[in-house]
């Protein structure tokens, strides 16, 4: 039978509501990240967290979250009452094993991307929310940060032009123990899902669904995917040129060419600071002779913290809005780009221990 998520809190005295009251599972780096980030969300209180050792618990709250509760096992943590939304924070590998036992002891869940390894065990995630009446999303803080709505809307009504080639590159030098799990195949590692699901993202964001996607890929002798390229067509002939790797240090940018001007986003692409567009004038040529006057776009509301605010502060409003998936990051959009990720795999030839 369903379990049902917990009753809405009362609210305050002075009518607003009570901050959504989060329990992280894990508490590695991204965690971290995105407690410092939820600190600075008002509507956010940090009340519990996870760890497979009691130390790690005890320590991730001493420096995050000084009075929330730290538990020694993670289903302490997906059973502590007090917890409304649980934050998975495991590797890829561990995200449907853990998403699970929030799901089934009646919690919502923000799932670190990828939601998962691959397709199937994504559409198990999403029919177990559904069967437990709780709302899910995957933690893709692109699809909700203020610059990238912005321009997504603008291009929706075509005050850009119309999108003809897309360019996105994420990539960083890996060093790092075998045994890490951006190296462990076992852990789900490689350069696809770790960095190739932003500028799909992105993609998909801006462009639309793909309609056919080409990639290569050099492999390790472990067969895990160390640099990726990928070309894809989208809908209304559009291109796009997708890389990431962990070899090299690209220089994480974006830029997006339409029939009116050029659009850079500045800062790393997939929580840019801003973004620019430069248009050109009908009739010129590729030089600075036919540049019009560029001007920035920014979002309806300032970036908070590195960006991963928006995706914490869009749980809770759904959350307390009783929504049970976010119109911004929907189950369908994390669907179709886990099916992408996995025809980019197959086409290059790696496979998962897990899968």
């Given at each position: ?25 894990a ?61 998975v ?13 929030a ?63 897309l360019?996105a ?105 801003k ?15 036919g ?65």
């Open positions: 039978m369903p379990t049902s998520a917990q009753p809405p809190p009362p609210t305050p005295s002075d009518g607003s509501p009570e901050p959504v009251r989060w329990g992280f599972l508490t590695g780096k991204i965690a971290r990240s995105v407690a410092a980030d939820l600190a600075l969300v008002p509507s956010s209180r940090l009340v519990a967290v996870g760890a497979r050792r009691q130390e790690s618990a005890d320590a991730f709250v001493a420096e995050h979250a000084p009075g929330a509760r730290a538990h020694g096992s993670y289903a302490d943590l997906v059973t502590d009452p007090d917890v409304e939304v649980v934050y924070a495991s590797p890829h590998a561990l995200h449907l094993e853990h998403a699970r036992m799901i089934e002891a009646g919690k919502h869940v923000l799932c670190e991307k990828p939601l998962t390894l691959d397709l199937p065990t994504a559409t198990e995630m999403v029919r177990l929310a559904r069967e437990h009446d709780v709302f899910l999303m995957e933690a893709m803080w692109t699809a909700c940060h203020p610059v990238v709505l912005e321009v997504r809307r603008r291009l929706l009504a075509r005050e850009l032009g119309t999108p003809r080639q360019r590159e994420l990539g960083f030098v890996v060093a790092a123990d075998p045994d890490d799990r951006l190296l462990d195949p076992a852990l789900g590692a490689g350069a696809l899902l770790d960095m190739g699901i932003y500028p799909l993202t992105l993609a998909h964001l801006l462009l639309g669904e793909p309609e056919h996607l080409v990639a290569t890929a050099a492999l390790s002798d472990r067969g895990v995917d160390l640099d990726v390229a990928i070309a894809g067509r989208y809908p209304g002939g559009a291109l796009a040129t997708l890389s990431a790797s962990m070899t090299s240090w690209s220089d994480r940018s974006a830029a997006l060419a339409t029939d009116r001007g050029r659009l850079e986003l500045h800062g790393q692409f997939h929580h840019p600071e973004a620019v567009f430069r248009p050109f004038r009908a009739g010129s040529t590729n030089d600075a002779s540049y019009d006057e560029p001007f920035e776009i920014h979002g309806s509301e300032p970036v908070v913290g590195r960006g991963y605010a928006h995706e914490v502060a869009e749980v809770d409003r759904c959350v307390r809005a009783g929504l049970r998936e976010s119109p911004l990051v929907p189950h369908a959009q994390t669907l179709a780009i886990m099916a992408q990720l996995d025809d980019v795999r197959r086409q290059v030839g790696v496979t998962y221990d897990a899968t």
